[in-house]
């Protein structure tokens, strides 16, 4: 397997993990998806980093079932974006936002981190995320777009998340709106175009 490939894919994830954890930090509220982690880790008492590697894994094998593609990146970023955050967050190298100012400093900065982590694992062609791959598995199910089904998979975590008792705050409606944005404008400064990413995934031999 090619060593620059893999070595951009884990500095990838370890740059999202980054990113999130500023989000985190941040104060003001997260992401849909981690509202959800962050409300099971209340529930369950596994930290935040085994939430979401366990999530993953979960996501994984029913991407499995429905038949779509994994990768070995797909694989490492179910499992070590978990362990990254858990390690920032243990390290406590981004202490968490006391001011207005603070926290929107934060989590600007952590989607900006995102978009550009999100260029470097993408951008390694070794499988998509899970979460993407869960998504990509609903289009095809229903037969909607992805402006629908998207959104309608985070409002379904979003909402399980409140109800397990995760954090919501100003940042959720933030991030939402404007992380989309943030990515395409990086993408355009780097020059990387999603589209033209050929991934290599894993093939399962079938039983004879």
Not at 130 to 152: E, H, Q
Request: proline share 3%; hydrophobic share 55%.
């Amino acid at each position: 397997m090619n060593i620059k490939k893999i070595t951009q894919l884990l500095m990838g994830l370890f740059v999202y993990a980054l990113g999130i954890v500023l989000t985190l930090q941040a104060n003001m509220g997260v992401t849909p998806w981690n509202t959800f982690h962050l409300g099971v880790s209340m529930k369950t008492g596994m930290t935040i980093g085994t939430t979401i590697s366990v999530t993953g894994l979960v996501i994984i094998i029913f991407n499995i079932f429905a038949k779509e593609k994994i990768g070995v990146g797909t694989i490492l970023n179910m499992w070590l974006i978990g362990v990254f955050v858990d390690l920032l967050l243990n390290i406590n190298v981004i202490p968490k936002a006391t001011t207005l100012m603070g926290g929107l400093v934060l989590i600007f900065s952590g989607m900006i981190v995102i978009a550009v982590a999100s260029w470097l694992y993408i951008g390694a062609g070794l499988g998509a995320g899970p979460r993407d791959g869960l998504m990509v598995a609903f289009m095809k199910w229903t037969g909607k777009p992805v402006g629908i089904v998207r959104p309608s998979i985070e409002i379904t975590v979003l909402l399980i998340g409140i109800l397990l008792g995760g954090e919501i705050g100003i940042g959720t409606p933030l991030i939402a709106l404007t992380l989309g944005p943030i990515c395409q404008i990086v993408f355009k400064i780097v020059g990387f175009d999603v589209k033209g990413i050929q991934h290599k995934y894993i093939e399962f031999k079938k039983a004879a």
